[in-house]
């Protein structure tokens, strides 16, 4: 066998060893997720397929070498995009032309672990309801039953146990357990005589029904005497994707896990006239308020304690750092009327219980710097400040 060969052989071995690592397969085994992405499988797959088919067209000879050829040249567009999909990410190409997206601000982002990003942590329950697969790692805690929160445990005779529901934003999306809404609450709420343990039963993605699913389910598991529902943003969410689901809107962004597809889509947006007019039909639909209804019957039912507080949005924040941020020029553009949606929706719902329904649009109207890390989601600081907000309020309406 000749020095060029060996040399040939050798390569064409080593790019199917990197194929085999750069895999799907690979980047499950290397990285310990266990589900990917549908970004990540495909960008992967096409890096993959293209590694291998180069290490077949060095190995083979003859015919099988000219097919080989013949398959790089079809494989490599493919290739190529896929190159270029990992060069967007790694720019973070859509938040720089519109941004959606920063956590600079965030303390502990580097600990968040890439397994709660994943499919993979969720198990279904019956009844519609998704709640987290046990996990554990640095800082962040999921018990059996698949909260993040402390398992149950018997209850003391002077004990008032409060159960705060609510969507990622409550569960603490790219914070530690500490620093969530619930841990904090724990503790700054003082109520005279009482023994008070908060439990968070934050669900991804939930709307107050949802969250009253969630309730429904753990209430007497956990033997709860009062319910704090911290809501609204993801029914405004999906009152806007309903609103806007043939335009480019909420639903269209935020969909797609491809960089490029993001950011094509937020150049789209940056141009283009996002002046969307609201249909009629859309005018009374208020699941906030109907949740609350629901809501309501069912603590009269259980004889609990309810109150429901009107998560904020950038949207609804007055401070500088705010309304004049990057992000929330980009939310504005990309999301079109969210604001005014998320004024009539909350303006329902307050209607709907003046006392019980406590409006926090402006717990961050006096923050000096960064709260929010998406038009939703915000740092360690916004969970102190709002946790504080909840605690004065119910504090002061001590049973």
């Given at each position: 066998?000749?020095?060029?060969?060996?040399?040939?052989?050798?390569?064409?071995?080593?790019?199917?060893?990197?194929?085999?690592?750069?895999?799907?397969?690979g980047?499950?085994?290397l990285?310990?997720?266990?589900?990917?992405?549908?970004r990540?499988?495909?960008?992967?797959?096409?890096?993959?397929?293209f590694?291998?088919?180069?290490?077949?067209?060095l190995?083979?000879?003859?015919?099988a070498?000219?097919?080989?050829?013949?398959?790089?040249?079809?494989?490599?567009?493919?290739?190529?995009?896929?190159?270029?999909?990992?060069?967007?990410?790694?720019?973070?190409?859509?938040?720089?032309?519109?941004?959606?997206?920063?956590?600079?601000?965030?303390?502990?982002?580097?600990?968040?672990?890439?397994?709660?990003?994943?499919?993979?942590?969720?198990?279904d329950?019956?009844d519609?309801?998704?709640v987290?697969?046990?996990?554990?790692?640095?800082?962040?805690?999921?018990?059996?039953?698949?909260?993040?929160?402390?398992?149950?445990?018997?209850?003391?005779?002077?004990?008032?146990?409060?159960?705060?529901?609510?969507?990622?934003?409550?569960?603490?999306?790219?914070?530690?357990?500490?620093?969530?809404?619930?841990?904090?609450?724990?503790?700054?709420?003082?109520?005279?005589?009482?023994?008070?343990?908060?439990?968070?039963?934050?669900?991804?993605g939930a709307?107050?029904?949802?969250?009253?699913?969630?309730?429904?389910?753990?209430?007497?598991?956990?033997?709860?005497?009062?319910?704090i529902?911290?809501?609204?943003?993801?029914?405004?969410?999906?009152?806007?994707?309903n609103?806007?689901?043939?335009?480019?809107?909420?639903?269209?962004?935020?969909?797609?896990?491809?960089?490029?597809?993001?950011?094509?889509?937020?150049?789209?947006?940056?141009?283009?006239?996002?002046?969307?007019?609201?249909?009629?039909a859309?005018?009374?639909?208020?699941?906030?308020?109907?949740?609350?209804?629901?809501?309501?019957?069912?603590?009269?039912?259980t004889?609990?304690h309810?109150?429901?507080?009107?998560?904020?949005?950038?949207?609804?924040?007055?401070?500088a750092?705010?309304?004049?941020?990057?992000?929330?020029?980009?939310v504005?553009?990309?999301?079109?009327?969210?604001?005014?949606?998320?004024?009539?929706?909350?303006?329902?719902?307050?209607?709907?219980d003046?006392?019980?329904?406590?409006?926090?649009?402006?717990?961050?109207?006096?923050?000096?710097g960064?709260?929010?890390?998406?038009?939703i989601?915000?740092?360690?600081?916004?969970?102190?400040?709002?946790?504080?907000?909840?605690?004065?309020?119910?504090?002061?309406?001590a049973?």
């Amino acid at each position: 066998m000749t020095r060029d060969r060996w040399i040939e052989l050798t390569v064409a071995v080593a790019l199917a060893l990197l194929a085999a690592a750069l895999s799907p397969w690979g980047f499950t085994l290397l990285t310990g997720r266990p589900v990917l992405s549908l970004r990540v499988t495909a960008v992967s797959a096409a890096i993959a397929i293209f590694l291998l088919v180069v290490a077949f067209a060095l190995a083979a000879r003859g015919r099988a070498r000219t097919i080989g050829f013949h398959l790089m040249l079809w494989t490599f567009p493919v290739a190529l995009l896929a190159s270029l999909e990992i060069g967007a990410i790694a720019l973070h190409l859509a938040d720089r032309i519109l941004p959606l997206e920063d956590n600079s601000s965030l303390r502990n982002q580097n600990r968040y672990p890439g397994y709660l990003f994943s499919d993979a942590r969720w198990k279904d329950v019956g009844d519609g309801l998704r709640v987290y697969r046990p996990f554990t790692s640095d800082g962040i805690a999921i018990n059996g039953l698949g909260l993040r929160t402390a398992a149950p445990t018997p209850k003391t005779p002077d004990e008032w146990r409060i159960a705060v529901t609510g969507g990622s934003t409550l569960f603490g999306y790219r914070v530690l357990d500490a620093d969530t809404i619930p841990a904090r609450l724990q503790g700054a709420i003082r109520v005279p005589d009482r023994k008070v343990t908060v439990y968070n039963f934050g669900i991804e993605g939930a709307t107050l029904k949802g969250e009253l699913t969630v309730l429904r389910r753990f209430r007497d598991i956990y033997a709860i005497d009062q319910v704090i529902f911290y809501t609204g943003g993801n029914d405004v969410t999906l009152n806007h994707m309903n609103r806007d689901a043939a335009g480019l809107g909420l639903a269209a962004a935020q969909t797609t896990g491809f960089e490029l597809v993001r950011a094509a889509l937020r150049v789209v947006a940056l141009w283009s006239d996002q002046t969307t007019p609201e249909p009629a039909a859309a005018v009374d639909r208020n699941s906030l308020r109907d949740g609350i209804a629901e809501a309501q019957s069912y603590c009269a039912a259980t004889a609990m304690h309810c109150d429901f507080f009107l998560q904020p949005l950038i949207f609804t924040c007055k401070s500088a750092s705010c309304r004049q941020s990057a992000l929330a020029h980009g939310v504005a553009r990309l999301y079109p009327g969210m604001e005014e949606i998320t004024a009539r929706i909350y303006a329902g719902a307050l209607a709907q219980d003046p006392r019980h329904v406590i409006d926090l649009r402006d717990a961050f109207d006096q923050a000096s710097g960064p709260i929010y890390t998406d038009f939703i989601h915000v740092n360690e600081e916004g969970n102190r400040i709002a946790a504080e907000r909840i605690a004065a309020t119910l504090s002061a309406r001590a049973p």
